[in-house]
Nanobody
Framework: QVQLVESGGGLVPAGGSLRLSCEAS????????MGWYRQAPGKQRERVAV???????NYADSVKGRFTFSGINGKNTMYLQMNSLKPEDTGVYYC?????????WGQGTQVTVSS
């Protein structure tokens, strides 16, 4: 099994930037997909940026050109760089890692963008 721990959330004014981190521990191999999701108050969890095996990053239309996700590095850490943040980006952000053996989620980190 693998554990994911997010960090880097916080309160930021509109137009600001944040970088979220997701540290993965445990046995990681044969990754089918990895990425970031978010859930705003009263809404369903939605995809933000996902990389499927053999594919490039797939971004939600709402974050294209502002967010960057490049996958997992040699230290088993994933980053989500978020620029030009908007109030509608507010929510709890979760990282996700999927293999044939598990579908792992972090506990989430809160991002709040003030107008």
């Amino acid at each position: 099994q693998v554990q994911l721990v997010e960090s880097g959330g916080g309160l930021v004014p509109a137009g600001g930037s944040l970088r979220l981190s997701c540290e993965a521990s445990g046995s990681i191999f044969r990754i089918n997909a990895m990425g970031w999701y978010r859930q705003a108050p009263g809404k369903q969890r939605e995809r933000v940026a996902v990389i499927s095996a053999g594919s490039s990053t797939n971004y939600a239309d709402s974050v294209k050109g502002r967010f960057t996700f490049s996958g997992i590095n040699g230290k088993n850490t994933m980053y989500l760089q978020m620029n030009s943040l908007k109030p509608e980006d507010t929510g709890v952000y979760y990282c996700n890692l999927r293999t044939p053996f598990y579908d792992a989620w972090g506990q989430g980190t809160q991002v709040t963008v003030s107008s």
